[in-house]
């Protein structure tokens, strides 16, 4: 604590921080839920929560622009897109089942095949190891820095516009080339056949 | 506000989309977790962004591109993942491994033939025996 002496402190009770906490707290929940349920559709569901708390994060840290696309386009229409591609893969559905049944562990088990590799422990010790090494780096190298929130905001739609049409037109439009490529890629690879099966 | 909070969320939620890419059997899974990802990442450069206070505001900028390219991914990954399906009956990574080396001394060209587990690749000009034709009805 003695490297924090000339700043707030180390858990500075202000307003903001505890929303951040919360707020980063229920996110990383409902990303767990993504990726541990058994049922396809709720992962996608899951995924809006997640996806939201990461929103409300950006409106914290002021980035209001940045956090009103995101709700535009991933939990506007990438969600969409991936319920969409669940649909027309015939993902299984998990019928709703108690755990009275006495198939329970049946449909578990199969679900749960159906979700899940095998190498799930690998997947989970690799995880574990990179979130402490991760976490261990990143609060050491930070300990004694502070976002400073209350001079101005610094992500509004006329601060970003600036920025992005004033320093970052050629990369803006290379990327609406980008968007146009992924475009009519995607339509030749759904486009059925001429002279095939389909 | 502290500058870990952000770093450690971002940190925590990209092992999270980590976890679900290495452990997930769907490949509509495997992308959500590809999405939680590159949230972390967006996080982090929003964070860094107002922290360093940039007068070009690169992190925010780096952060549209991102999302739009992202949004672009997700769009050219199902489209692969939907051809995927139409021509194997089946979307699970585990199950789609033709172009794996085949293994001791009886392998030759067959290669993933001989695993009963393997979805037979059907081609595009012609009806595979595809092992599972009800999956194939739909198409």
């Not at chain 1, 050491?140 to 509004?156: K, M, N, P």
């Not at chain 2, 059997?25 to 590159?38: A, C, D, H, K, T």
């Not at chain 2, 290669?111 to 009805?137: F, I, K, L």
Request: glycine letters at 10%; charged letters at 15%; aromatic letters at 6%.
């Amino acid at each position: 604590m003695n490297l924090a002496a000339g700043h707030p402190g180390f858990l500075s009770p202000t307003g903001v921080e505890i929303v951040f906490v919360l707020v980063g707290l229920a996110t990383l929940g409902a990303a767990l839920v993504t990726v541990t349920t058994k049922r396809l559709v709720h992962a996608a569901l899951w995924l809006v929560a997640a996806l939201g708390g990461v929103a409300v994060e950006y409106l914290l840290l002021t980035a209001e622009f940045i956090a009103w696309v995101q709700v535009l386009i991933y939990v506007g229409s990438v969600v969409v897109l991936l319920l969409f591609g669940l649909m027309l893969t015939k993902a299984p559905i998990v019928p709703p089942i108690t755990r009275d049944d006495p198939s329970y562990a049946e449909v578990r088990a199969q679900a749960t095949a159906d979700a899940d590799s095998g190498n799930r422990w690998i997947a989970l010790a690799v995880a574990l190891a990179a979130a402490a090494t991760l976490v261990t780096v990143v609060v050491d190298a930070f300990r004694s820095t502070w976002i400073d929130l209350d001079e101005s905001v610094a992500g509004s739609a006329k601060v970003t516009g600036v920025a992005l049409f004033r320093h970052w037109v050629l990369p803006f439009e290379a990327l609406s080339v980008l968007l146009l490529a992924a475009l009519v890629g995607a339509i030749v690879l759904s486009k059925r056949r001429k002279g095939g099966e389909r | 506000m502290h500058l870990a909070y952000p770093a450690v969320l971002a940190a925590l939620l990209f092992c999270v989309g980590l976890y679900g890419v290495l452990a997930r059997r769907n490949v509509i899974l495997v992308l959500m977790s590809v999405e939680l990802m590159l949230n972390a990442v967006n996080l982090n450069l929003v964070a860094f962004d107002v922290w360093l206070r940039d007068a070009l505001h690169a992190g925010q900028a780096l952060t549209l591109f991102v999302i739009a390219i992202a949004a672009a991914e997700i769009g050219i990954g199902l489209a692969i993942v939907l051809l995927v399906y139409r021509n194997r009956g089946s979307s699970d990574i585990d199950r789609l491994r033709d172009l794996r080396e085949s293994e001791g001394p009886q392998g030759g060209s067959g290669g993933g033939s001989s695993d009963e587990a393997s979805v037979t690749p059907a081609t595009d000009n012609g009806p595979g025996p595809g092992p599972d034709p009800a999956g194939r009805q739909h198409a």
